[in-house]
């Protein structure tokens, strides 16, 4: 890697901006060197100048818009009110987490095939690890702020009670993960309360 200079920094910073734009628009298998460098204004020998690999590229993406994701988690945890914690008030919040807004079913999709590539492209499983790691950790710091008596291994079930809901949701016609995943979270969580 390369970019031990401001505007060096800045052309990096730009094609990781771009590599994550394709995945969001066309997941990983939009992620080239040309179409990279194309969508960064940038000559496409950069992708090669700043990541000694595609791979490294993805790698990097991938970790910044999960550091991005994490700290919009982290604000909510400092904005949360825990006598604002009822019924779907935290339900929603809690899917925000960890489906991203509502209404952005790409972004739901994106999300999911991040973890299921990870079966195929190893070199994603330590960054995907360290996110997962963070993602329940931050989990069990907003159900306990909430006051919700939950353990981390009840979180864990809540978070695979999810995935399982929008997975399933998503070969429906007409997609809506997040209303399945609410639904199934509705009722897990009421047996928590």
Do not use: W
Not at 39 to 60: C, H, K, M, N, Q
Not at 172 to 192: F, N
Request: proline content about 5%.
């Amino acid at each position: 890697m390369t970019a031990a200079t401001p505007k060096g920094e800045r052309r990096r910073q730009a094609l990781v901006e771009a590599a994550i734009g394709l995945l969001v628009d066309g997941g990983f298998d939009a992620v080239r060197h040309r179409a990279v460098a194309e969508r960064a204004g940038l000559p496409l020998a950069s992708t090669t100048y700043y990541f000694d690999s595609l791979d490294e590229l993805i790698t990097v993406a991938l970790d910044h818009h999960g550091r991005a994701e994490m700290a919009y988690g982290k604000a909510r945890l400092a904005e949360l009110d825990p006598a604002e914690c009822g019924g779907d008030a935290f339900t929603d919040l809690v899917l925000d987490l960890l489906l991203g807004p509502p209404g952005d079913v790409e972004a739901v999709v994106l999300r999911y095939e991040r973890l299921v590539a990870t079966g195929r492209r190893p070199f994603l499983r330590p960054v995907m690890r360290e996110l997962s790691g963070e993602l329940h950790a931050l989990m069990l710091a907003i159900f306990t702020k909430a006051g919700k008596n939950v353990t981390a291994d009840h979180v864990a079930e809540l978070i695979a009670l999810v995935d399982g809901a929008v997975v399933n949701a998503l070969v429906e016609v007409s997609p809506d993960p997040r209303a399945a995943a609410h639904r199934m979270l509705t009722v897990a969580l009421a047996r928590t309360s």
